[in-house]
């Protein structure tokens, strides 16, 4: 994922940044119309300085894909012709494939992930994960911010198995149906789940229990799955619940 780089470095903070954002952009994470964070906001999710905000935003204003008006929030363009070729090559080649086949192989390669994670995430990244959550609480109504804090939680997550290439599939897969989880996640109570998800996924990271880490967080990819395919396939859902009625 552009941007998804850990420990962002300070030489390269504005553009790993703007990258970040382009690609939720481009990835139908971020739509047009929706209002970015505040700077301070997303200094605290993104753990980088509110300067460097400001100079990843100015970036994507110059490509035409975000709207800066002084006294209010930032406002989403959309792609402005731009592509981020390889990015979105993997995610056309996902979207062919059915949502079960997906989940499938997402719970298999993350629960790999997480039980490297467990016995290799540092202190730091795990602090940073219940700082993310303890932000999350506060988003219940807010799924532009939720989304980007959502992706930081996963992008810490999948860095902290210390193998880059799982790192690569697993974001791939997290990319997959985007537009669709954008639609769920404005749905009753659907971040409510997936916060309690997160603090439960932090809390077995920080017992080291790799048992535990990866129930909590194959729970947590049921929920995602439930909840996208709800608003994927909501006449398959309706007959589903008439056939139990």
Same mark, same amino acid.
């Given at each position: 994922m552009p941007g998804g780089e850990q420990g962002i470095r300070k030489r390269t903070v504005r553009d790993q940044l703007a990258d970040k954002l382009s690609y939720m952009i481009h990835s139908g994470l971020l739509q047009s119309g929706d209002d970015l964070p505040s700077e301070r906001e997303l200094s605290n999710t993104l753990k980088v300085s509110r300067e460097s905000v400001r100079s990843a935003i100015a970036v994507l204003a110059d490509r035409g894909m975000v709207e800066v008006s002084q006294g209010s929030r930032t406002r989403i363009v959309g792609t402005a012709g731009l592509t981020l070729v390889d990015s979105v090559r993997s995610m056309s080649a996902l979207k062919t494939q059915h949502p079960n086949v997906v989940n499938e192989a997402r719970e298999q390669i993350e629960a790999q992930v997480i039980r490297l994670a467990t016995?290799? @995430?540092? /202190?730091?990244? #795990?602090?940073?994960? $219940?700082?993310?959550? +303890? %932000?999350?609480?506060?988003?219940?109504?807010? &799924?532009?911010? =939720? !989304? @980007?804090?959502?992706? /930081? *939680?996963?992008?810490?997550?999948?860095?902290?198995?210390?193998? &880059?290439? #799982?790192?690569? *599939?697993?974001?791939?897969?997290?990319?997959?149906?985007?537009? =669709?989880?954008?639609?769920?996640?404005?749905? &009753?109570?659907?971040?409510?789940?997936?916060?309690? +998800?997160? /603090?439960? @996924?932090?809390?077995? #990271?920080?017992?080291?229990? %790799? !048992?535990?880490?990866?129930?909590?967080?194959?729970? $947590? #990819?049921?929920? @995602? $799955? !439930?909840?996208? /395919?709800?608003?994927?396939?909501?006449?398959?859902?309706a007959k589903r619940k008439g056939s139990r009625s």
């Open positions: 016995a290799r @995430i540092s /202190e730091a990244d #795990l602090k940073h994960m $219940h700082n993310l959550v +303890d %932000a999350q609480k506060q988003m219940l109504n807010d &799924p532009v911010a =939720f !989304q @980007i804090s959502d992706r /930081e *939680f996963h992008s810490t997550l999948y860095a902290a198995c210390g193998n &880059p290439l #799982l790192t690569n *599939f697993v974001s791939d897969l997290y990319d997959y149906a985007l537009d =669709f989880r954008r639609q769920a996640l404005q749905r &009753p109570n659907t971040i409510t789940q997936s916060v309690q +998800d997160h /603090e439960r @996924i932090v809390k077995a #990271l920080g017992t080291r229990n %790799a !048992q535990k880490a990866e129930q909590a967080l194959v729970s $947590h #990819l049921e929920h @995602i $799955h !439930q909840s996208t /395919e709800a608003v994927m396939n909501p006449a398959s859902k």
